[in-house]
């Protein structure tokens, strides 16, 4: 092999290569520590080239002297120095993907987050007082308009509303639930773990799939805190069941004089069977029901920021507002904008669907999405030239989030098949681009699902997978 004409001698030292024109000028501009890093980096990685006999003299897998030594440092450098977080292309078909950031804001959201980002605001003043006012004063009055509930409360997330409800009303009493409600959420939040955490004791009932009023009626002794109604996001027990509604529990909560609380997971404001969705209680539906306190997410089926939404009894409400835990979980203004925004979307029944991104990509039917897949394969045939076919597929999408797993949501894909190449180094490449680019693969395809898209993804879309092809 002629090729091989370096060996790991001609290495040259950290510092040495510190001194080559070109990089230490890198120095000037970034951090020293940083760059001596990427030198090490870069030095590192040719020794194993040289060890594994890769060296091609100046080729795609090689070095060839200080030439290639300069070029691997600066694209490291420059590798180093990029934003970790970057935009993605969501063409996975799975609307409230956790991995991608669950909800899309609306444009009324992303304005209101960048006004309070930019700018001072009124978070913690009252205008019209001059006084200091609450940072949840902004969301309660549309909260209790749309809900019906009393008063409401906002956190970090809905792990944390579960957490604080759970620790303010029952801290070191019993809390009954259904063994078929004892989840677990993605991200390690199950019921009987968030429960010991807040220091209430989990007084389970029933069986898996048959859960009765009496079950409870019969658990509740001077202890009982609260009755918890959980929803099975994730999963569905079906056949041969029995699940006790929250009107029952509320009914026997009254009796009891003891307080009931569901914790919805996604929490709807919208009926989704109107979508052709399974129908979801929505919170306005489980507040009018009887539940004392309802728990929902703000960035699942609401389509707004991460939240953990609080809505119920306004006594129960003030109790958990006096708890230093919620001084903990607070939210932060950017949150408190996108949600308000978010909330008020709803106040606007026939726009709603369209402005909130999450509700538009549930919502769009097969047909309407033909039409978009259609558009998005001509773009994509132009991109790949002879590199990969393109055709369309049928499919079903996802609502994700741990929301609906039972959902219909049928949709077509655009299917990518590389000639040249692997379909996981083609995938590989689209990660690595940015913005980035997810789809899902089957077998030697990867299928590119058009109802995540964004309106203005589709071309950057296609010069994204040109880049991957090698083609530009
Ligand atoms: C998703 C979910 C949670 C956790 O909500 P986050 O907002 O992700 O913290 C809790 N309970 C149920 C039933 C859920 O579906």
Known sequence: MED?????????????????????????VYPRELVVEAVRKTLDE???????????NGGGGGWNGPEGIRGRVVSEVERMTRPNLRRVINATGVVLHTNLGRAVLSPAAIEAVYMAASGYSNLELDLDSGKRGSRYAPVEGVLSRLTGAQSSLVVNNNAAAVLLALGTLARGREVVVSRG????IGGSFRIPEVMEQSGAVLREVGSTNKTYPDDYRRAINERTALLLHVHTSNYRIVGFTRETT?????????????PVMSDLGSGSLLNMDQFGLPPEPTVQQTVAAGADVVTFSGDKLLGGPQAGIIVGKKELLDRMK????????????????????????????????????ALRMISSGREQLRSRAEALSLLLEDAAGERAGISLEKDQSAVGGGAMPTADLPTWLVSVKPAGMAVEELAG????????????????????????????????????????????
């Open 4 to 28: 091989r004409k370096f060996t790991l001698r001609q290495i040259p030292k950290v510092d040495e290569v510190l001194k080559m024109p070109g990089i230490e000028d890198l120095t000037g």
């Open 46 to 56: 040719i020794r194993q080239i040289i060890i594994e006999g890769r060296v091609d």
């Open 181 to 184: 409600q004892l989840v677990e």
């Open 246 to 258: 929250v009107e029952e529990l509320a009914a026997l909560g009254r009796e009891a004089g003891i």
């Open 322 to 357: 006096k708890n230093p835990l919620t001084r903990a979980l607070r939210i932060d203004k950017l949150t408190v904008a996108a949600l308000e925004a978010t909330l008020r979307e709803y106040l606007d029944v026939r726009g709603v669907v369209q402005n909130v991104p």
């Open 429 to 472: 490449r689209l990660r690595q681009g940015n913005p980035a680019v997810i789809g899902r693969i089957r077998d030697d395809r990867l299928l590119l699902d058009v109802r995540t898209l964004l309106k203005d993804e589709d071309m950057i879309l296609a010069g994204a997978l040109a880049a991957a092809l090698g083609r530009e």
